[in-house]
């Protein structure tokens, strides 16, 4: 109760008016925390298996990307194209395994520096292709990829979707791993 001759509140008042300001800074701050977090808007885009392959670095859309296998030893099949390193085992089944320097044009011996296989299954097939290194699995936003580049003219244009801001050849595997593009006719 205030005292009515020096105007100022009893230590009761008091009290009573600083829980009442400590409940209303809490309430604020609830209800600012209680709100929902924004959202950042992620741009139109897809998942990209990167690899390197002659140093230079390429991507397949994850979407064609089954596993990553280590192919422990690759048996060699006479009479095939240069792009087909062999057959490898795959725990039972046998898949042939491709080395995309030859079709892309990278004119760089294969060496088997890595075991790391992509296996890649397409509507028509399913292969595995030889890199030199698997290096991730990244986001890439649309706006991100040029379709025109000086920098994979040498490669087929059927074969390229595009190109990164960082360099990174997007390969087109439905143009690539076709049953035209594999026919072995020699």
């Known amino acids: 109760m205030p005292d009515e001759t020096s105007g100022s509140a009893t230590p009761e008042t008091q009290g009573h008016l600083e829980a009442q300001l400590r409940r209303s800074i809490l309430k604020r701050r609830a209800v600012k ?35 990553v296998f280590q192919i422990k030893s690759v048996l060699p099949v006479p009479g095939t194209p240069p792009f087909i390193v062999g057959i490898a ?14 079709l892309c044009n990278l004119h760089e011996k294969a060496v088997m520096g890595s075991d790391k296989t992509l296996i890649i299954r397409t509507p028509s097939m399913r292969v595995g292709v030889m890199t030199d290194e698997v290096t991730g699995l990244d986001f890439v ?19 390229v979707e595009g190109i990164t801001r960082d360099g990174t050849i997007i390969l087109n595997c ?3 791993f ?8 020699e």
């Not at 690899?51 to 064609?64: C, E, G, H, N, T």
């Not at 076709?178 to 006719?185: A, K, L, N, R, Y």
């Open 33 to 67: 925390l209680a709100r929902p977090l924004e959202k950042p808007e992620i741009p139109p885009g897809r998942q990209y298996v990167t690899f390197v392959l002659s140093r230079q670095s390429f991507a397949f859309d994850v979407q064609y990307v089954e596993e």
């Open 89 to 102: 085992s795959l725990r039972g089944p046998l898949i042939s395994i491709i080395d995309l320097r030859h």
């Open 141 to 159: 936003p649309d706006d991100d990829i040029t379709r025109e580049s000086p920098i994979f003219s040498h490669i087929p244009r059927r074969f």
């Open 174 to 176: 439905t143009n690539l």
């Open 178 to 185: 076709t049953m035209e593009t594999m026919e072995v006719s």
